[in-house]
T-cell receptor, first 112, second 112 residues
Framework: KNQVEQSPQSLIILEGKNCTLQCNYTVSPFSNLRWYKQDTGRGPVSLTI?????NTKSNGRYTATLDADTKQSSLHITASQLSDSASYICVVTSWQGGKLIFGQGTELSVKP | GAGVSQSPSNKVTEKGKDVELRCDPI?????LYWYRQSLGQGLEFLIYFQGNSAPDKSGLPSDRFSAERTGGSVSTLTIQRTQQEDSAVYLCASRGRSYEQYFGPGTRLTVT
């Protein structure tokens, strides 16, 4: 069964600290993996997208990694800011039908 | 440029009533997706339109749900005889030539 699992479910960190969010998937055949940020009451916004040949991709203070062998990805946030408080969703696309399979998300709260 | 828009932003309806949710995709995007996000849950795929092809309806939870896309642009998601478990945020996304899906802000549906 195609699944995407994220951990932790929620996380609280202090402003300025770093954090890492995890994503494990069992989707096959794999096409690409994306990380989205979803602010409360808004639609998800893409942070990074990686195909199987890409190991790392950065977008400002966000760095995503992908290990296609172990089917794991991480999203590292550096020097967190209050505006980073949001839900971070890992999404994997299968070549079959092009459908996206969503993780449950990690709820990040950055405190001053 | 204009992104994906959805209307209404909020909808409260009584159990048993029908509702229509509208999505205006980014101009020129050939693919359109509907998702549902229930409280505390991940996004759930509902239906996918690609050009003039028959839509992928595999995610629709029951025959009370239907969607159409007129003229390859605007899409309407219809829920008949709404139930309380239909309460959720309904998100629409569109995609052009790239992998990227762009999400609208969602419609929050509350069935009382």
């Amino acid at each position: 069964k195609n699944q995407v699992e994220q951990s932790p479910q929620s996380l609280i960190i202090l402003e300025g600290k770093n954090c890492t969010l995890q994503c494990n998937y069992t989707v096959s055949p794999f096409s690409n993996l994306r990380w989205y940020k979803q602010d409360t009451g808004r639609g998800p916004v893409s942070l990074t997208i990686m195909t199987f040949s890409e190991n790392t991709k950065s977008n400002g203070r966000y760095t995503a990694t992908l290990d296609a062998d172990t089917k794991q990805s991480s999203l590292h946030i550096t020097a967190s800011q209050l505006s980073d408080s949001a839900s971070y969703i890992c999404v994997v696309t299968s070549w079959q039908g092009g459908k996206l399979i969503f993780g449950q998300g990690t709820e990040l709260s950055v405190k001053p | 440029g204009a992104g994906v828009s959805q209307s209404p932003s909020n909808k409260v309806t009584e159990k048993g009533k029908d509702v229509e949710l509208r999505c205006d995709p980014i101009s020129g995007h050939t693919a359109l997706y509907w998702y549902r996000q229930s409280l505390g849950q991940g996004l759930e795929f509902l239906i996918y339109f690609q050009g003039n092809s028959a839509p992928d309806k595999s995610g629709l939870p029951s025959d009370r749900f239907s969607a159409e896309r007129t003229g390859g642009s605007v899409s309407t998601l219809t829920i008949q005889r709404t139930q309380q478990e239909d309460s959720a945020v309904y998100l629409c996304a569109s995609r052009g030539r790239s992998y990227e899906q762009y999400f609208g802000p969602g419609t929050r549906l509350t069935v009382t």
